[in-house]
């Protein structure tokens, strides 16, 4: 199965940069499902058909807004017929993103897709999460006009491939991550600060900056209990590739009090986000949160649903094809 995912992701590549969205669907099985930002916050693609319909507006819209956009996996991580791939899209608005005036301004967007195959090395399923938010934010369309993460270089080294051991290490790091999350139910902010690293880091990027250090991690923590007294956190899923877990996770709370600009108004909702954990020596030392800001805005109403139904869109098409400007999603 390891062949067979190197080899769907280097035909992947080989299929975006020819923006050929019959190549794309190609490359998933006929009842294959992705999951993507949309318009209207989550939104699936269901069948080759979707798939090609949704890469074919992708390439038109992001294509001509971004002559020079590019995708880069960054980081592959294997384990059975599941594959997660971390990666960048960046690209110069020359073109005018969604009809609007070219702002030449020069944009860069992290993601992540975990992908499931079936036995014939098609994909039978695909996840997809980044922040569309911070693309708008880059191009100066937020109207909150709130500091954003400065655009992602694309780099110029390979894409790193880690392959699962399936170790009792592993199993560790796996049990140490959901035992985190279970914390949060019971906010103990002291057990959760004594299972991170001193200089533990914490990059959500829907936000523009890391939280860094434990001292910070804890006052973020105090903040989101405040907001959310009643949170559960909870992995749905979780694989470890050795000292690295990556996990599905649902979180769900009651907006009870502010978080930075936003302002409490009782509404309960659950929102999804993908976590990339970084293990030492049995502690969390980093975690980067790809979480999706619209998403988590509309959910708890502190911004309006598009009265359009929304056109499906996956990684290829940047997803911000079909998002508007927002306030700032607070720190998670």
């Given amino acids: 199965?390891?062949?067979a995912q190197r080899k769907f992701l280097a035909?992947?590549?080989t299929a975006l940069a020819a923006r050929d969205p019959k190549k794309v669907a190609a490359?998933?099985?006929t009842g294959a499902v992705i999951s993507s930002a949309g318009k209207e916050g989550v939104h699936d693609a269901v069948g080759r058909a979707e798939i090609e319909h949704s890469r074919t507006r992708g390439f038109a819209v992001m294509g001509k807004a971004f002559p020079d956009i590019k995708w880069v996996n960054t980081r592959a991580l294997q384990q059975g017929d599941v594959m997660v791939v971390e990666w960048i899209g960046s690209g110069t608005d020359t073109g005018g993103f969604l009809d609007d005036k070219p702002t030449n301004k020069k944009v860069g967007w992290r993601g992540i897709s975990i992908y499931r195959f079936d036995d014939d090395g098609l994909v039978k399923?695909?996840?997809n999460v980044l922040d569309?938010?911070?693309?708008m934010g880059q191009l100066g369309r937020s109207e909150s006009k709130a500091k954003v993460r400065p655009?992602?270089?694309v780099p110029s080294a390979s894409t790193q491939w880690v392959t699962a051991k399936d170790s009792p290490e592993e199993q560790a790091n796996v049990d140490a991550v959901n035992a985190f999350y279970a914390l949060f139910e019971k906010k103990d902010e002291k057990a959760l600060a004594a299972m991170m690293t001193d200089d533990v880091v914490h990059a959500d990027l829907a936000q523009a900056d890391d939280v860094k250090g434990k001292e910070a991690a804890k006052k973020e923590l105090a903040a989101w209990f405040k907001a959310f007294p009643d949170v559960k956190m909870n992995a749905t899923h979780a694989w470890a590739f050795g000292d690295i877990v990556v996990a599905e996770v649902e979180?769900?709370?009651?907006f009870k009090g502010p978080l930075g600009p936003l302002k409490p108004n009782g509404k309960t909702a659950t929102t999804h986000a993908v976590d990339v954990v970084e293990m030492s020596g049995?502690?969390?030392?980093?975690v980067t949160s790809y979480t999706n800001g619209r998403d988590f805005l509309m959910k708890y109403d502190l911004m309006p649903k598009p009265a359009t139904p929304a056109t499906t869109t996956t990684p290829a098409t940047a997803t911000p094809a079909t998002t508007t400007p927002a306030p700032a999603p607070p720190k998670k």
Avoid at 132 to 135: F, R, S, V
Wanted: glycine share 8%.
């Fill in 1 to 3: 199965m390891a062949d």
């Fill in 11 to 13: 035909d992947l590549e």
């Fill in 27 to 29: 490359l998933y099985s």
């Fill in 125 to 127: 399923r695909e996840n």
């Fill in 132 to 135: 569309p938010l911070t693309i």
């Fill in 151 to 153: 655009a992602a270089t």
């Fill in 251 to 254: 979180t769900t709370g009651t």
């Fill in 282 to 286: 049995g502690k969390i030392a980093r």
